[in-house]
């Protein structure tokens, strides 16, 4: 039998954006056996299905486009609003708050976003803050979080929905520059029974007056944490962290990994925080001193130094 079913199918060879040759020859083999073409299908939904936690299981809502003449916008040539094209973050929402794919929300594991990349940039804060809010809701399984400049009301909205799943947590450039900053970061800290990786990039703690004056201005870390990581902070931050690690509550870290500031004059607070219990790794390649430098620490505790590329 020779007839050729890929002609006499209208549409199947048309309607293909990208052309499948394994899906032509089964369709083209099945296409005179109704039933059997029916199990097929519902062969690749199970599949479909399979694969649902490999496809959300990682979500990275960073928008790389550069913003411009994009949402919301007006076209050039006709002056109409443009609601073409939607950031990420509001299509990932719509998808969460839609009933038939609200499900996928149950297969995210870990989450990476940026409110300030792309086209979030033209985004009223109060209504993106919304948005991010209710992403939040809608991931019961969600045990990692990548946030790069956030803002306090996202610190508030983990703690409130994601404060008894998370065990990784990751925060990038962010800047603390009152009371009311510090507290919610702590009260965030204090709410992640489960946390065992936290690490913290680019993070400065707007030099409060009081900072290292006070025990009420430790910074203190979830007693579950095992693993912390510390890089481009201020002097002020790591001394609040080392008043942290002195408290009762402190957790038993590990390991400890950090960059070799020039900036950062005294770090004897931290040292003595971290105790002789955790491997520390200072990355130092990015500095003018020598190992000899690093007086403050004491020679009993272990330390090992990392220079990148060797």
Same mark, same amino acid.
């Given at each position: 039998?020779?007839?050729?079913?890929?002609? $006499? +199918?209208?549409?199947?060879?048309?309607?293909?954006?990208?052309?499948?040759?394994?899906?032509?020859?089964?369709?083209?083999?099945?296409?005179?056996?109704?039933?059997?073409?029916?199990?097929?299908?519902?062969?690749?939904?199970?599949?479909?299905?399979?694969?649902?936690?490999?496809?959300?299981?990682?979500?990275?809502?960073?928008?790389?486009?550069?913003?411009?003449?994009?949402?919301? $916008?007006?076209?050039?040539?006709?002056?109409?609003?443009?609601?073409?094209?939607?950031?990420?973050?509001?299509?990932?929402?719509?998808?969460?708050?839609?009933?038939?794919?609200?499900?996928?929300?149950?297969? +995210?594991?870990?989450?990476?976003?940026?409110?300030?990349?792309?086209?979030?940039?033209?985004?009223?804060?109060?209504?993106?803050?919304?948005?991010?809010?209710?992403?939040?809701?809608?991931?019961?399984?969600?045990?990692?979080? $990548?946030?790069?400049?956030?803002?306090?009301?996202?610190?508030?909205?983990?703690?409130?929905?994601?404060?008894?799943?998370?065990?990784?947590?990751?925060?990038?450039?962010?800047?603390?520059?009152?009371?009311?900053?510090?507290?919610?970061?702590?009260?965030?800290?204090?709410?992640?029974?489960?946390?065992?990786?936290?690490?913290?990039?680019?993070?400065?703690?707007?030099?409060?007056?009081?900072?290292?004056?006070?025990?009420?201005?430790?910074?203190?870390?979830?007693?579950?944490?095992?693993?912390?990581?510390?890089?481009?902070?201020?002097?002020?931050?790591?001394?609040?962290?080392?008043?942290g690690l002195k408290s009762p509550q402190a957790p038993v870290l590990?390991?400890?990994?950090?960059?070799?500031?020039?900036?950062?004059?005294?770090?004897?607070?931290?040292?003595?925080?971290?105790?002789?219990?955790?491997?520390?790794?200072?990355?130092?390649?990015?500095?003018?001193?020598?190992?000899?430098?690093?007086?403050?620490?004491?020679?009993?505790?272990?330390?090992?130094?990392?220079?990148?590329?060797?």
């Amino acid at each position: 039998m020779s007839k050729d079913y890929s002609t $006499s +199918v209208p549409g199947i060879s048309l309607q293909r954006r990208f052309p499948n040759e394994i899906s032509d020859l089964i369709v083209v083999y099945l296409v005179d056996d109704l039933p059997s073409l029916r199990n097929v299908a519902l062969l690749c939904h199970d599949f479909a299905n399979l694969a649902r936690s490999h496809i959300f299981g990682q979500v990275d809502l960073k928008d790389v486009s550069n913003g411009t003449g994009y949402f919301p $916008s007006r076209s050039r040539s006709s002056g109409h609003r443009r609601d073409d094209y939607l950031p990420l973050m509001y299509r990932f929402a719509a998808l969460l708050n839609h009933p038939q794919t609200a499900f996928l929300g149950r297969f +995210v594991r870990r989450l990476k976003f940026d409110p300030c990349s792309g086209p979030l940039r033209n985004v009223e804060q109060a209504e993106l803050d919304l948005i991010i809010s209710s992403v939040f809701q809608q991931l019961p399984l969600l045990v990692e979080l $990548s946030v790069n400049r956030g803002r306090l009301v996202h610190l508030a909205a983990a703690q409130m929905y994601l404060s008894q799943q998370l065990k990784v947590l990751r925060i990038g450039h962010m800047v603390f520059h009152d009371h009311n900053g510090f507290e919610q970061l702590q009260d965030l800290l204090t709410s992640l029974t489960n946390l065992t990786f936290l690490t913290i990039h680019d993070w400065s703690l707007g030099r409060p007056l009081d900072i290292g004056t006070t025990s009420a201005r430790a910074l203190i870390l979830p007693s579950s944490l095992k693993k912390a990581c510390f890089t481009g902070t201020d002097e002020d931050t790591l001394k609040a962290l080392g008043l942290g690690l002195k408290s009762p509550q402190a957790p038993v870290l590990s390991s400890f990994f950090s960059d070799f500031r020039n900036e950062v004059e005294d770090r004897s607070t931290l040292w003595t925080g971290i105790g002789s219990h955790a491997v520390v790794v200072l990355d130092v390649g990015n500095t003018m001193y020598w190992p000899g430098n690093l007086t403050t620490w004491k020679s009993a505790d272990p330390i090992a130094s990392y220079i990148p590329g060797d």
